[in-house]
């Protein structure tokens, strides 16, 4: 027993050395948009019998599922569909994934907006903050929100206003907490830029920073991007192992430790993609963002916390957990979302739906949402799900990266704007 532990020992050391975990591939796989019907169990069945997977969950009745469909299975799949209006969202997965990564050269010492013209590697999105940081030193940081799994640092950028650092109530960005959804980092990433560079010339946006100061998280989940840009693309989770069971990874998003345990809102099955954890806040990144966030708050108050997520074109309030339970400030929520989802459509034509989480989307338990509202008590909190509402998904052409910012700043604004 010990020498085969010491040799497979070896063997890891050589063999983590020698080889990058091998990509998965999704060349020649097509994602399909299939309308559900009002009976669910048509597309649940065909989902389950041919053993495929989907975008956003379970198919929900009256909603579109959105499936990924490997070559092997394209016939069974053709037939199983007969009748059904199916649209491709990508013809060749693969494809659309290697131009999605085609990361082009970046240079710390010169940050700039073509920053967003592309998407880049997790080294590079730290090189951007510290490249950002640097051209705004005597009011940016760079800070960290513990570290994850891996140890990798959650890693943030923080910028305040005349005040000077650490007075002003806090507001809190978090991006991509699901590995795959890249458009949250741009997204979070952009807020940051568009109010460093434009802090001396907007008296609007010199308003906003002195006022508050903010923390940008864009990527709150580092150790599932990192392994979305080794090994898996459509990677969700993080790269937390359960025992009793092969599959990897916990679903932060569904991990924080409020309600956690109300049942229907997440699965229990560790293979499942909003696989909830083995108890209630179990993931280290859990930990490390809710006792940050516990800190600030004590120490500069929380304003306004929001958690970036794609796809579906959103921006939620709580619950998530329930759908009868009422936040005491709903009306208010609302209010500010719908006024949000307004600014949105003014920037950029695209229509945003509002409302509460499990009324809007679907029952989620043990999301940061419910979690920053009820236990850490920020005084205003929302998700929201960027671009788009089905045509690319989590794969959204880079093209798409700047205009999806400035939309998602023009409803971050119009918060800034009538928060009280
Ligand atoms: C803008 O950034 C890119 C990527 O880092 C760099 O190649 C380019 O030189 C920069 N442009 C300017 C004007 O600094
Ligand atoms: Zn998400």
Redesign the pocket.
Known sequence: MKLLLSVYGLLGLVSAAALQPRKVSYDGFKVVRVPVGMDASKVTDIVSQLGLSTWKGAPQAGRFADIVVAPEKFDAFTKATQGMEVSVMHENLGESIAQESEF????VA???S??FNAYHSYADHLGFLKGLQQQYPSQSEIVTSGSSLQGNAITGIHLWGSAGKGVKPAIVIHGTVHAREWIGTMVVEYFAYNLLTNYASSSEIKGFVDKYDFYFFPVVNPDGFIYTQTTDRLWRKNRQSTSGSSCVGHDINRNWNYQWSVSGGASTNPCAEDFKGTSGGDTPEFKALSSWLSGIKSKQGLKLFIDYHSYSQLFMTPYGYSCTAVSTKNTELQSLARGAVAAIKAQSGYTYQYGPICSTIYKATGSSVDYVNDVIGSDYTFTSELRDTGNYGFVLPANQILPSGQEAYAGFRYLLLNMR
């Open positions: 082009p050269d970046f240079s010169a940050v700039n073509t920053w």
